[in-house]
């Protein structure tokens, strides 16, 4: 897991196309990640690739160009964007539709509920099918009885476009927080850990103490890493179904544990110690962990 890899693959992937509607932003390529206000990247990027073919055109010719860019970029990323919405209005539906039937269960079925679905994925039916919208619905139910916090059916779509490794724009108190917990949770399911990371300590403490006892509800297991934690604290951590830590002690601890002479020094699960990051991960606070602290190492 290499974020200043991943904060450079973000910076040069050129022409991926974004719908920014109401707030959240939806790439039309699964594999790239843009922040909101990119609007001139592909024209930048069309200018610095292209500077010896654009040197050739004479300055009527690059306006006409530019304007091609332009509007088929608009139309393009429009209709994207409202096709992918559209889908997950449909499942936003499907959720609602649940409501009633999650609402009748007691505390005990519907912390139950997690171990069905963790049956379900061990036997290989499809994380993204309708085990989805069952388990935002069951989070949806867990987050009203314990916190008494219910997710808005445009926090449900925000939960998908994570789930979906998209970037989703929200603006202070529209409930960055709460929304992390859908996708965290049906990840956590698959047996892979779910983290939720940000930017320092205080919000990773936070959310943990909070978001955390959703999870707990449910029966899942919650970690929080700090940066004044012992090694055997940050291990016990780190195998909790979902944990919370900030960016700067998940890349120190990744490198720390390259640099163990043995492997009782190790606190990140074995299964990383070639390299290769296997769970899922929430980015709080995404253009400051990805772009703007990415300029220098973690």
């Not at 912390?111 to 049956?119: I, L, N, P, Y």
């Amino acid at each position: 897991m290499k974020l200043s890899c991943a904060a450079a693959a973000l910076l040069t992937v050129i022409g991926s196309q974004y719908q920014e509607i109401n707030g959240f932003v939806t790439p039309s390529s699964s594999t790239s990640l843009f922040t909101a206000k990119a609007t001139n990247g592909i024209k930048s990027a069309f200018a610095g690739m292209n500077h010896v073919q654009r040197g050739n055109l004479n300055p009527l010719q690059m306006g006409i160009l530019d304007d091609l860019l332009k509007k088929g970029d608009t139309a393009s990323r429009d209709f994207t964007g409202k096709q992918y919405l559209n889908d997950l209005q449909i499942r936003v539906d499907r959720i609602n539709g649940l409501e009633k039937s999650v609402e009748d269960l007691d505390d005990d079925e519907l912390a139950a509920k997690s171990d069905g679905f963790r049956q379900r994925l061990s036997k290989g039916e499809d994380i993204d099918g309708p085990i989805l919208e069952e388990a935002f619905a069951t989070v949806r139910e867990a987050a009203w009885r314990v916190l008494e916090q219910r997710h808005y059916d445009v926090q449900l779509v925000a939960g998908m476009i994570l789930h979906d490794k998209q970037l989703a724009e929200m603006a202070t108190g529209e409930g960055k927080t709460l929304v992390a917990t859908l996708p965290t949770y049906l990840n956590a399911l698959s047996g892979k850990t779910s983290f939720v990371i940000t930017v320092n300590d205080y919000l990773a403490k936070r959310d943990a103490e909070k978001m955390g006892q959703v999870h707990r509800y449910l029966g899942l297991t919650v970690g929080l890493v700090q940066s004044n934690m012992e090694e055997d604290d940050r291990r016990k951590a780190y195998e909790c179904d979902v944990v919370y830590v900030t960016n700067s002690e998940l890349g120190f601890d990744y490198l720390r544990d390259h640099l163990a002479l043995s492997t009782d020094q190790l606190v990140l699960p074995q299964k990383w110690s070639e390299g290769a990051f296997d769970g899922f991960c929430v980015v709080d606070e995404a253009d400051s962990v990805l772009i703007d602290e990415a300029r220098t190492p973690l």
